[in-house]
Nanobody, 120 residues
Framework: QVQLVESGGGLVQAGGSLRLSCAAS????????MGWYHQAPGKQRELVATITTSGSTVHADPVKGRFTISRDNAKNTVYLQMNSLKPEDTAVYYC??????????????WGQGTQVTVSS
């Protein structure tokens, strides 16, 4: 089994910053792309940012210049630094990882989500 556990969410005022972390553990052989998604109430889950093992990143247009994804491959951990937060960033943030586990099958795993609330 593989678990992804997020941390770092919370309540912050507009213009503030938060740093999310997501640590993967369990029957992991390797992890390829990791990413962050968010889901606001009544909306579909949307991509925020992804990062490959080599460090290539993609950031969604609404967060470019404000959010930065990074990872520590040795710790199987991905981070999301969120600056200049806006009320529209309020959502549950989910970590995702494409993991080669001990069954030698590449699978998509999700964390349980962490709430980010930005007050105006």
């Amino acid at each position: 089994q593989v678990q992804l556990v997020e941390s770092g969410g919370g309540l912050v005022q507009a213009g503030g910053s938060l740093r999310l972390s997501c640590a993967a553990s369990g029957s992991i052989v390797s992890i390829s792309t990791m990413g962050w998604y968010h889901q606001a109430p009544g909306k579909q889950r949307e991509l925020v940012a992804t990062i490959t093992t080599s460090g290539s990143t993609v950031h969604a247009d609404p967060v470019k210049g404000r959010f930065t994804i990074s990872r520590d491959n040795a710790k199987n951990t991905v981070y999301l630094q969120m600056n200049s937060l806006k009320p529209e960033d309020t959502a549950v943030y989910y970590c995702n990882g494409r993991v080669l586990d001990y069954s030698v099958v590449l699978k998509n795993y999700w964390g349980q989500g962490t709430q980010v609330t930005v007050s105006s």
